[in-house]
């Protein structure tokens, strides 16, 4: 069993000193374009499915709450908590209009959205994302490997070099928390 242990962590190990290679002025963009949000009276709207929606949630509370240092809460939200809109949504176009009909209600136009898909091929996702951009939001995408789809959807796009799910997933709170200390670091000063 520690075999497998040292395996994974191995793996996560080489995926992350990928991500910091390949991705990390991709990290500053992102955290100096939030920065520019906030700067501007705007509002971050998270969102994603499964695992990237309980990412979603973990970084709107990262933003609103704080982060490491006691500061003024920051806007963002996570659009996978309101289950009543999701289902009704859901019910009443379909399950891939529950981000779409909410960044049209809650998005403006100095807004940033963050759309996550480990697959980068989540329906639901790309046409939040596509809403987003038509808006007039500034569209980050966070996805792996096979999210080539989200390039063009996105201002800036963070591709985790991995088709592994669980690692993809690792990379991606890893990515959140740094983007969150940064944002913090300048907007507590």
Known sequence: MQKKIHSLLDENIKLMKAVSSDSAGQIEAVAKAIIKTYQQSGKVLLFGNGGSAADSQ???AELVGRFKKERQALSAVALSVNTS?????ANDYSYDYIFERQIEALGKTGDLAIGISTSGSAKNVIAGLKKAKQLGLYCIGLTGAKGVAFKSLCDICILVPSENTPRIQEAHI???????ELVEESLAK
Do not use: E, P, R
């Not at 890893?174 to 969150?180: D, F, G, L, Q, S």
């Open 58 to 60: 973990h970084i709107a």
């Open 85 to 89: 809109i999701i289902s009704a949504l």
């Open 174 to 180: 890893c990515i959140a928390h740094i983007i969150c």
